[in-house]
């Protein structure tokens, strides 16, 4: 765990694994229950839910984990070589090698499926949840969109383009990653945790419509799940009034855990 690399006004750590890219990240030390953020596809730990989770954390003397995926932002490796299996064990490497103790997980977008994969993994480590826009399965919903001109580039090149509001250039999609997303799929069956979950969704997200948060709700197991719906909000939910309900939101989950309050089964 212990290089350091530099990311300009800060120096971020360097977990180095055998045969597998090196996974950039920043710590705060802290106390327990820690945070631990999962970013979104093509994000990184530089944005506003990662380092607002970080000015809250460090005012609350909390353990907090911000961290890149292989192939995004200061971490090694190619984009286009990542799939949900290899960027939910670079979230589990971080969470076994690098936190400390019981964990809040809180996932963006892709980073909210790919949590929920983490605790299924390790659910003696992982005490709630926290999704904003979370989006399980995104890789069917988006092959579901692709237009005939995607879906031969697809079939003959194993990669096609999808244009982004947040990028101005195409993400490239591969075949690997859809075809690997299929085996993780979690919204056709019930999703055995048993922690308290959060999910907060604008309803004005036009990449992940907020009826996913509704679904995931419904499938999981436990009794503590709650969706908060914000009106006007967009995929990011990222501005001043956002991220107070983010960090309010997480402030009552870490409070539950520190109180000690039972796993709640369905």
């Not at 990240?25 to 999962?38: D, I, M």
């Not at 399965?137 to 092959?143: C, G």
């Not at 979950?197 to 709650?226: K, Q």
Request: net charge neutral; charged share 25%.
């Amino acid at each position: 765990m212990g290089e350091a690399m530099s990311t300009g006004a800060r120096l971020a750590e360097k977990l180095v694994r055998d045969g597998q890219p090196a996974i950039a990240y920043h710590q705060l030390g802290g106390a327990a229950p820690g945070v631990l953020f999962l970013g979104g596809f093509m994000s990184d730990m530089t944005g506003a839910k990662a380092t607002r989770l970080e000015a809250f954390c460090r005012d609350a003397g909390r353990q907090y984990t911000r961290f890149d995926y292989r192939g995004h932002g200061q971490s090694a490796g190619r984009f286009e070589a990542g799939t949900i299996s290899l960027w939910r064990d670079d979230a589990l490497a971080v969470l076994d090698r690098v936190t400390e103790g019981p964990q809040i997980l809180v996932g963006s977008s892709m980073g909210g499926w790919l949590m929920l994969l983490v605790a299924l993994a390790r659910p003696e480590r992982v005490r709630g949840l926290v999704g904003i826009a979370a989006a399980p399965d995104f890789v069917a919903r988006m092959v579901a969109g692709f237009d005939a001109g995607q879906r031969r580039d697809l079939a003959e090149r194993g990669m096609t383009s999808r244009p982004s509001p947040y990028s101005p250039t195409p993400y490239p999609i591969t075949r690997a990653l859809i075809e690997d997303g299929r085996c993780h799929l979690l919204l056709d069956r019930p999703i055995e945790l048993a922690i308290p979950v959060r999910l907060l969704h604008g309803l004005a997200d036009d990449s992940v419509p907020w009826r996913v948060s509704l679904a995931l709700a419904e499938r999981l197991a436990s009794a503590d799940v709650r969706v908060s719906l914000v009106k006007g909000g967009d995929h990011r939910l990222s501005n001043a009034a956002d991220l107070d309900l983010l960090t309010a939101t997480v402030a009552e989950i870490c409070a539950l855990v520190s109180a000690g309050r039972p796993r709640c089964g369905g």
